[in-house]
């Protein structure tokens, strides 16, 4: 009875925040998986769940909640607290004891499952709230960084429990306003490289990558190059990029990928709006600026070969 | 002390395009400078840019 009673305990208390906690912070964010070491695991399940146990007792003993904002409101003393604790953990610890006080255990046992509702109630209403502040805190993690009392705080409780492909793969790392979109050169593990801008990742049950989805993927046809190299036809290389057929989002296996080339760029235009300012900022004695972009190395090939 | 992933936080933050193109358009600050006295343009590839401007006389 007593094993019984510490397995629900512990799973009411410890076990069941943590799931919580876990589950709902990775509808917004990927969460480490178990890549992390026990330490670490045993770290992060108490402060998930630790936290909002010490403030419910503390606001409980405090008197700060209780009454009408508790789901099952008792009247009763602290003298019949305790005798029904004792009298509850007296008949789990004693068979006998049970036998010879069933009506007085059965009621206790409901008093005391009522009270335990009543902190649960909260204890799980706080959980949440802090799962909320923690989605918070790190989905800022671009804007806030720079902060010291952040950066300090991040470093040592948000960043750890955060997926290091959550920080590759996504604009995680860079103010929301910036508005960047997440570019990447992926080599397959048979040799075939592509790109595309980075819709979805998807993680293993270790936390490993199992999978990227790409949007406007194209392929780089490297056996043309290598028969335009045999040829002397020297091509500019934009134009051995092949755009895969379908025009949808292409999911390329992690067990299929080799390497990753990521990139984060801006806006269209915006890269040129800061590169201006830079010109401005370092050469004092030029005027009427003015910053472009060049498709790279435009002097050979023309875009009709690309559809070739 | 700085974990792996602030670490890795720091290196994206430094390799973005324009901080590449900023450490670059100091290194080669003298030939953009020639270029512009020279012809108000000046191209680069690897940057993907055209940068045109006036140059005031000295």
Known sequence: MIALMASALLGLYV???????????SLFIRLKKSQRSKTDEIVQGIFAAGLPFLLTVVLFWSGC??????PFRL??????????????FTAAFSDHYFT???????ESLDRVCKRQADFLAWNYGLLFLEALVFVLLVSFYG????????????????????????VLLTTFNFPARENRSVEVDVLSKDNILYRGNIVDHFLGVNGELSGLLLSGAQRFQYEKLKDDRKSNVDKNKELYWKPIPGGGNFYLPGENI??????????????ERILTEMVKKLFKNVTDVSVEAIPPDTSKGNDAERSK | MVGDLEKLSRALSDDTPEKLAERELQQKAEQIQE??????????????VRISARVAAA
């Open chain 1, 15 to 25: 076990f069941a925040p943590y799931i919580i906690f876990q589950r709902f912070c």
């Open chain 1, 65 to 70: 909640i209780g009454g009408s904002f508790v």
């Open chain 1, 75 to 88: 009247v009763d003393s602290h003298r019949q607290k305790v005798s029904d604790y004792h009298t509850v």
């Open chain 1, 100 to 106: 010879d006080h069933q009506a007085e255990t059965w």
């Open chain 1, 143 to 166: 804007e806030w960084k720079g902060n010291k009392l952040y950066g300090w705080f991040a470093s040592r409780v948000l960043l750890p429990a955060v997926s290091e492909w959550h």
């Open chain 1, 258 to 271: 080799a390497s990753l080339n990521i990139r984060y760029p801006l806006p269209k235009g915006q890269y």
């Open chain 2, 35 to 48: 270029a512009l006295r020279r012809d108000g343009v000046y191209e680069d590839a690897s940057l993907g």
